[in-house]
Structures are given as structure tokens and as C-alpha cells.
């Protein structure tokens, strides 16, 4: 999106120093900036505004500052005349301003988005059918979707800021960790379509319990006009319910026989990829999934229901998701070097993905089986869930190697567990488990996952 450093001032009733300047996009992290994009410092564990000058150093067209303008270059190196050079709008909370400029974005978006702008929430599911939704509806029109997980208060302003001067439709992924937050995010984002892709045990120590997070979750359905429609998981009971929540018109997806995008079949390849079978009112799409699991089809479906809501053909929509670009370390599957079957699915966890990641680990025709699990943050109780997803792991025939954490049931060591039959339950630090790698190969299929805070994504790379 293209607009003026004076647009920014107006929108976020900040104080513009210096020159008028033309601006194209926003970004926080100044790594990744493109000229002649906004720089907006985000004060959190680091304060943003000591990334300023380097953002000016890589072509920033502007930046938001709640610091004086210039005090805000000179106080980390810089020069008096540097930051003169930029141009600052200086306001008293630049995520506070944040939210407000992506609101303008929205309301500035042509009449061609207005009603094509999807919202996706739930506990489980929402990056990739993210993922999905953009791709079908892509099929057809100019799509803005979230990249990776930008689906806070800091990512949905940043998506709608650089959504195409052209774009036809925007998919926004909304993440929640507490009550208000979904409300906070449609305030910016104003979603007519929401996707409710499931409640689950997530951010339980946030929520207290499953009802907690239900409602945080149909914020977002709440948030619909009714002239919108609500895309809601007609095989979780919690997401079904949420029909009582909105005056806008409900499509449902799932195996369910009264589902309206229904799937009637699902088809698993040696590496666990889907080929999904959907009745619509559409018409009725057969495809393959660019992603491994079973549980994915719950996923697709939701997309397809959003394409069609978009009034997309599903046909293109279905030949488009099975090329579909996924974001990273999401149930990929991928044979190493070493003839080791990997299933990348590091980027977080709760214990309903877990099980289902152990599904598809078991589909997997394989020697030996493993996962190497780190811990399952923010849940209410941890403990009986991670003996849970252990337990699992004993039923499921999986030899089961926590990482880091001795909440399956024993002590994080340096890396005397044998990884044999009997590794089940056995705990090794990151490091001793990366060293443990070598011992993998041909035969062997490996899941690696946890939260993010796990770190396992070194290990992931270790295997490739």
C-alpha cells in the first residue's frame, strides 16, 4: 500500500517532523526492511527504537517514534545530522499507533476488498489454513494474506499496511492468548468472513478451561455484520456453537453429515499426504494436499468454504491448494540424506495437534518410529498433559525422546538414553539429542515438535 508520511500523522494523530515523504509498506523489524518503507519501533523484551538508525541506514522512508526525533538516532550511535535525514512521526505509543494506522488501512482498501476480507482463528489450524485460504481464493483474485504467523496486534496492522495498492481480497490470521485480544485485532482488521478451525488446549493457563477459550475464540464471530458469513467447524461441538454468536450467515465444514462443505473422503500416500474428497454447494472438488495428516482435510475444507463464500470457483480454488506455498516447519515431510522419513512440525504445539502429529507419524510405514517432543507451553495443566501425550506415545508404539523438559516423565540427561524399543520416555537436553542424530537412518521416521519456546527447529536442522 502507497501512501504519504502526512497520511501516517493524520491517521495516528502523531507529530510529523520533518519532510513530507512517500512511503510504501510498514515493517517492525528493521533486518527486513524495503526501502521506502514506515519503520515502527515496537517497545517489548527489545526496544525497537534502538533499530531506528539502521532502518534509516536501509532505506526507510519514515518512522514512528515515541522518543524525540532526533534523541531517538543519537542515543544509539548516531548522528544529529542522521536523523535529521529521516522523516518522524512521533506519537506517545507506537504499537497503540500501529493498530490505528493498520484501522486506515482497512477503511482506505477499494470497494473491490471491502467484502472479501477473511479473519481465521481457533486453537489448532490457523497458519495453515491460512495458507490454504489464500491460495484458493488466489486462484481467482489479487490475495493479501498474513505472512508466517503475523496474527497479533503488531502482525494484522503490518499485513493490511502492505496489502497491494490492487488487491482483491485479504486473509488475516488472528491469534489469541487472553479475552479481548480477537475483539482488539477485528477492531483493526474488519473481517466479513471468519474461520473458526477449532477449539482445543491451547493458552489454557491464560483461559482456565476449554468453555474460557471457546469464548475468547468466537470473539471474532461476534465481530461479523451480518451481511458477512461465519465458517465454523461443524465437527467441534464449542465452534458449532458459536452459530448462537452472530446474525451473519453460517457455513459449516467437516466430516459431519449436516456440514455444508462436507468431506466425504480422505486418502493418505506413504508420506502421509492427503487427497481430500469435498461435497460443496459449489460442486464437488477432489485434490491433493501440499501438506502431510489426516487432520489437514479439516483445514482445506475450511479454505475451500472461504473461497466459495468469496464466490471463487472451487475447482481453481482446488487445483490452486495443491501447489499451495505452506509457511515453514508445519507438518512438512521430507526423506533426509540419511533415508530418515522427517516430520518438520517444530513451530508450536498443544496436545490436540500433538496427537494428531502422531497419527500421522503412525501412518508412516517405517521401521522404527520416533518423536522427539519438546514442551507444550501455557497449558493450564501441564503436567497431566504431557503424561497424556506420553502415555499416547506408549499405546502408538512411538519411542517418545523429550527435549529439554522432564515433564513426560523424566529428567532432561546428557544424552545417555538408548535410542532403542525401549527409548520411550527417555529425555535428552537439545544439544545431546542434536549429537544423537547420526544414529538415525533408513527405516527410520522421525516427528519433531513443541512449542516454539522449545527451540526445535536446530534440531530439524540438524537432521537435514
Known amino acids: 500500500m502507497r501512501f504519504m508520511a502526512t497520511d501516517v500523522a493524520h491517521a495516528v494523530n502523531g507529530e510529523l517532523r520533518g519532510k513530507n515523504a512517500h512511503l510504501s509498506g510498514a515493517t517492525f523489524d528493521s533486518r527486513t526492511l524495503v526501502m521506502g518503507q514506515l519503520f515502527v519501533p515496537i517497545v517489548a523484551e527489545r526496544d525497537g527504537h534502538d533499530f531506528i538508525v539502521d532502518a534509516l541506514g536501509r532505506g526507510a522512508g519514515a518512522y514512528l517514534t515515541s522518543r524525540d526525533a532526533v534523541t531517538s538516532a543519537r542515543d544509539v550511535g548516531g548522528s544529529q545530522d ?43 489450524g490457523k497458519t495453515t489454513t491460512k495458507d490454504l485460504a489464500a491460495a484458493a481464493i488466489g486462484s481467482a483474485l489479487k490475495v493479501a494474506a498474513s505472512s508466517r504467523s503475523f496474527n497479533n496486534d ?16 485479504l486473509v488475516l490470521e488472528m491469534g489469541m492468548r487472553g479475552h479481548g485480544e480477537i475483539t482488539r485485532l477485528t477492531e483493526v ?19 482456565d478451561n476449554l468453555d474460557g477459550i471457546a469464548r475468547a475464540k468466537g470473539e471474532l464471530v461476534e465481530a461479523l455484520p451480518s451481511s458477512g458469513v461465519a465458517i465454523l467447524n461443524a465437527d467441534d461441538e464449542r465452534v458449532l456453537a458459536m452459530q448462537s454468536r452472530t446474525s451473519a450467515r453460517i457455513i459449516t465444514f467437516g466430516e459431519a453429515p449436516s456440514a455444508t462443505v462436507r468431506i466425504t473422503g480422505v486418502d493418505l500416500d506413504e508420506r502421509a499426504h492427503a487427497t481430500v474428497h469435498l461435497a460443496t454447494p459449489w460442486g464437488n472438488v477432489s485434490f491433493a494436499l501440499p501438506i502431510a495428516g489426516r487432520h489437514s482435510a479439516s483445514n482445506a475444507a475450511a479454505a475451500i468454504a472461504a473461497a466459495g463464500a468469496c464466490g471463487v470457483d472451487v475447482q481453481g480454488a482446488a487445483a490452486a491448494i495443491t501447489s499451495a506455498p505452506m509457511s515453514p516447519n508445519r507438518m512438512s515431510v521430507r526423506t533426509t540424506s540419511r533415508g530418515v522419513v522427517l516430520i518438520d512440525d517444530c513451530y508450536n504445539a498443544n496436545p490436540k495437534s500433538m496427537a494428531a502429529a502422531f497419527d500421522t507419524l503412525a501412518s508412516i510405514p517405517a521401521k522404527r518410529r520416533f518423536a522427539f517432543v519438546g514442551t507444550m507451553a501455557e497449558l493450564k495443566d501441564p503436567n497431566i498433559a504431557h ?39 527417555a529425555s535428552l537436553t537439545l544439544q545431546a539429542a542434536i549429537e544423537r542424530v547420526g544414529e538415525f537412518g533408513d527405516g527410520d521416521a522421525v516427528l519433531v515438535k513443541g512449542s516454539r519456546v522449545a ?10
Open 154 to 169: 503488531q502482525g494484522v496492522p503490518i499485513t493490511l499496511l502492505n496489502a497491494p495498492d490492487d488487491c482483491e481480497a
Open 82 to 124: 542522521g536523523a535529521h535525514r529521516g522523516t518522524a512521526i512521533v506519537v506517545p505509543d507506537t504499537l497503540e499507533a500501529l493498530r490505528k494506522l493498520g484501522r486506515w488501512a482497512r477503511e482506505s482498501l477499494s470497494d473491490t476488498v471491502q467484502h472479501r476480507v477473511v479473519g481465521i482463528t481457533g486453537s489448532v
Open 189 to 207: 482488521g474488519l473481517p466479513n468472513i471468519g474461520i473458526v478451525t477449532a477449539v482445543a488446549e491451547a493458552h489454557s493457563a491464560l483461559l
Open 455 to 464: 527451540g526445535l527447529e536446530r534440531l530439524v536442522q540438524a537432521f537435514e
Open 387 to 425: 503424561r497424556a501425550i506420553a502415555s499416547l506415545a506408549r499405546r502408538m508404539e512411538i519411542h517418545l525422546i523429550a527435549v529439554d523438559t522432564n515433564l513426560y516423565g523424566e529428567t532432561a540427561g546428557s544424552g545417555d538414553a538408548t535410542l532403542g524399543p525401549e527409548a520411550a520416555g
